[in-house]
């Protein structure tokens, strides 16, 4: 079993920062490959990104303004957002899955946070 917090969210300007955190408890994080998404009513759920075993991965409409990391010995997920835009506005969600190579799939995951609000204003 594994229990994920997500925290960070908040208002922001178009072009500005936000970093979200995700805590993790229970089993060995190291283990897992943690994944971000994001949901909107117009797109339901969404892929941003996924750390795994292989790498860092991002989606098209987030490379280069997003970044994912994660501490191990902190049992934390990262989702550093700068240059945001009005459209990234949506409820994020960090998820754990036990496949080493989770990828894009929402369905790989089966741990996920509690999601946090990202309201970027133009």
């Known amino acids: 079993q594994v229990q994920l917090v997500e925290s960070g969210g908040g208002l922001v300007q178009a072009g500005g920062s936000l970093r979200l955190s995700c805590a993790a408890s229970?089993?060995?994080?190291?283990?897992?490959?943690m994944g971000w998404f994001r949901h909107t009513p117009e797109k339901e759920r969404e892929f941003v990104g996924v750390?795994?075993?292989?790498?860092?991965y991002y989606a098209d409409s987030v490379k280069g303004r997003f970044t994912i990391s994660r501490d191990n010995a902190k049992n934390t997920a990262y989702l550093q957002m700068n240059s945001l835009k009005p459209e990234d506005t949506a409820v994020y969600y960090c998820a754990a899955s036990e496949a080493y190579f989770a990828g894009s799939k929402s369905d790989e995951y089966y741990y996920w946070g509690q999601g946090t609000q990202v309201t970027v204003s133009s």
């Open positions: 229970g089993r060995t994080f190291s283990n897992y490959a």
């Open positions: 750390i795994n075993r292989s790498g860092i």
